[in-house]
Structures are given as structure tokens and as C-alpha cells.
């Protein structure tokens, strides 16, 4: 199978676009949770803001999942489109060659840490409402 140099390029543009809509969506999910346990008398008990908690951890883990399989396939394209655009057969003109240089996605590990960091603030986000109620 042949893809050309276009063909990549479109396969990067769809697979970042991917990635930025799953963090679009984990964006508003933890605000949506962190405000859902900040509404003013909307849980009272321990176990509310358990399964609050649980249900985001959930979709985090799966979210964090499909980000990560994205930046690796963005990773792996951005190196392909750079290694190929160096080659003389190319057929890419030198002046166009730095815009493929300066394709560089974040390492996986980078986005799982930041992931990571914005899931816990936000469990932490939840639990402080409940251990201090008299911050509304």
C-alpha cells in the first residue's frame, strides 16, 4: 500500500484533531464534576460523593486511554512525515521541509502526567467540598 505525503498529512491533522476533542470532553466532564459537587446543597452524604467520584475516575481512566493512543499515533506520524520529507526522493521542496520539522507532539508520558495531575486536583476539587460544606 502506498500513502502519499498528502494522505499523512490528513492522518495527522484527524488523529491531533482526536486527541484535542478527548480533552475537550475530559475538560468539561471535570468541571462539570467538580461544579456538580460544588452545587450549593446538591449531595449531603459520604457515599454520594463516592459514586461522584468513582463515575469520574471511570470515565478517566478511558478518556486518559483514548488521549494517550492518540498522541503515540500523532508521535508516530510527525517522526514518519520527518524522516520522509528528508529524503532526496521526496519530492518535497527545501523551503516546505521546516513546517514538517516542526510537527512535535508532546510525549505520551508528558499528556498522562498532566492527565493525571487535572483528574486528581479535580478528585480533590470534590472532596474538599465535603469535608468543608461551609466553603458555599
Known sequence: ???SLSDALSH????????HRYWGYFQAIAASTAAFAWGAGSMKHWFEYAM???GFVIFAVLNMRLILGAQEDALKIAEGLKSFVQRADSGVPLDFQPIFQR???DSKYK???WH???SAATIAVVWVRYVHPSLV
Open 103 to 105: 510537527l512535535d507532539p
Open 116 to 118: 493525571a495531575l487535572i
Open 12 to 19: 495527522y491533522r484527524a488523529v491531533t484533531d482526536t486527541s
Open 1 to 3: 500500500m502506498t500513502i
Open 111 to 113: 499528556v498522562g502526567s
Open 52 to 54: 461522584l467520584t468513582l
